[in-house]
C-alpha cells in the first residue's frame, strides 16, 4: 500500500478523482508549509513541491511530481533516493507569465511607469515618444511553454520574433527563425525587446553578465521570468543607468529577495516584481496543475510513462524529438 502526500490546494471533487486513480493508497492532504517531517518520511509519492533540504527525508520515496516548472533543485544528486522519478509542471505556466511579459512589454514600451509616477506627483507631463511593438525584432531566449506562448503573442502583435532553445528543433510558422545558445550573440545586438525564461543551470548561470548586456542594442528593453541568477544584478544595474538598457522588467532577482538597499530598488526604469509571474495568482494555473497530477498519478499506477519527466543530469523537462 503507497503513501500518498498531497501538498497543493485542492477541492474534495478532485481529492475524490485523485483517489480515484489509485484507490487502495493511503493518502494525506497538507500544505508544505504545515507539513512535520514525519509525514515527509513515510511518503512513497509526493504531489507537490516539498522544498529540497526537507524532501530528503522521504528516504523510501519513488516519485516526486513538481507543481513548479523549475526543477533544478531537485535535480541535484542526493536530494531524491536513487532510482526515484522526477515530473515538473512544465505547460502550466505558459498562460499566466506569458501574459506577465506582455503586460511588462506594454508597460516599458508605453512609459507607463513614468506616466503613474507623474500622476502620483500630481504632475500633468508629457514624457515624450514612445516605440512601437509592431515592427520591432523580439528575441525569446529559452522557448518552453512559457517563453513559446510569449513569442506567438508577440508575433501576433506584428513583433519579429526570433527565438533560442537548447536543442535544435522545426521552426514554427510564428517565428523568423530558431537557433540554439550559439545564435545568441549574432542575433542580440538586433533585438528591441530580449525575454529571459530560462532554468538555472550550469549552461545559464550569469548568462547576461556585463559583456553580454553591453551587446544589446542601444534603447532596448530586457524582461526576465525565469530565475534571477541568468542575469548578472550588478551589471544590470550597470546597464541601466550606463549602458544600451532603456529600461527593464524582472520577475526573480539574485538573491531574491532582492537586498533591502540594493540600488535596483531605486532604478526608475526598472519595474520589478517579487516572483509573482506564476504561482497559483491565475486560478487557471492550478486548475492544468490538478489535471497534471490526476492524469499522472493515473498513469503511474498503470506502469506507463508520466508526463514532464526531468532528466536528472540537466535540471530540464527531458526533450522530445
Known amino acids: ?184 550573440d549574432k542575433w542580440l545586438p538586433q533585438a528591441d525587446i530580449v525575454a529571459l525564461a530560462l532554468p538555472h543551470t550550469p549552461q545559464t548561470y550569469r548568462l547576461f553578465n556585463a559583456e553580454r548586456l553591453g551587446r544589446m542594442k542601444r534603447g532596448s528593453i530586457l524582461l526576465n521570468v525565469g530565475r534571477g541568477s541568468v542575469i548578472d544584478t550588478d551589471a544590470l544595474y550597470h546597464a541601466l543607468n550606463n549602458g544600451p538598457l532603456m529600461a527593464a522588467a524582472i520577475d526573480v532577482t539574485d538573491p531574491e529577495p532582492l537586498p533591502e538597499g540594493h540600488p535596483l530598488w531605486k532604478c526608475e526604469n526598472l519595474l520589478l516584481t517579487p516572483h509573482i509571474a506564476g504561482n497559483y495568482h491565475l486560478q487557471e494555473t492550478l486548475d492544468y496543475i490538478v489535471e497534471l497530477f490526476i492524469a499522472n498519478l493515473g498513469r503511474y499506477a498503470r506502469g506507463e510513462e508520466l508526463e514532464n519527466p526531468v532528466d536528472m543530469a540537466t535540471g530540464y523537462r527531458k526533450f522530445k524529438q
Open 1 to 184: 500500500m503507497k503513501n500518498i502526500l498531497v501538498t497543493i490546494p485542492i477541492t474534495d471533487e478532485q481529492k475524490q478523482r485523485l483517489k480515484a486513480q489509485m484507490p487502495d493508497a493511503v493518502y494525506c492532504f497538507c500544505p508544505e508549509e504545515e507539513l512535520n517531517d514525519d509525514q515527509i518520511a513515510e511518503a512513497d509519492l509526493i504531489l507537490g513541491n516539498v522544498s529540497p533540504d526537507r524532501v530528503t527525508l522521504a528516504k523510501h520515496l519513488e516519485w516526486l511530481q513538481l507543481n513548479s516548472s523549475g526543477s533544478d533543485a531537485y535535480a541535484k544528486p542526493g536530494v531524491l533516493p536513487e532510482g526515484a522519478k522526477l515530473t515538473n509542471a512544465t505547460g502550466a505556466y505558459g498562460l499566466a507569465i506569458s501574459e506577465h511579459l506582455l503586460a511588462q512589454t506594454f508597460f516599458l514600451k508605453k512609459k507607463l511607469g513614468l506616466y503613474h509616477r507623474n500622476q502620483m506627483a500630481g504632475q500633468w507631463k508629457d514624457e515624450g515618444q514612445v516605440t512601437a511593438i509592431q515592427g520591432s525584432t523580439t528575441l525569446v531566449v529559452g522557448l518552453g511553454s512559457i517563453g513559446g506562448d510569449y513569442a506567438r503573442k508577440m508575433s501576433l502583435l506584428g513583433s519579429n520574433v526570433y527565438g533560442i532553445r537548447r536543442n535544435h528543433a522545426e521552426c514554427p510558422e510564428w517565428l523568423k527563425a530558431l537557433g540554439t545558445f550559439d545564435d545568441l
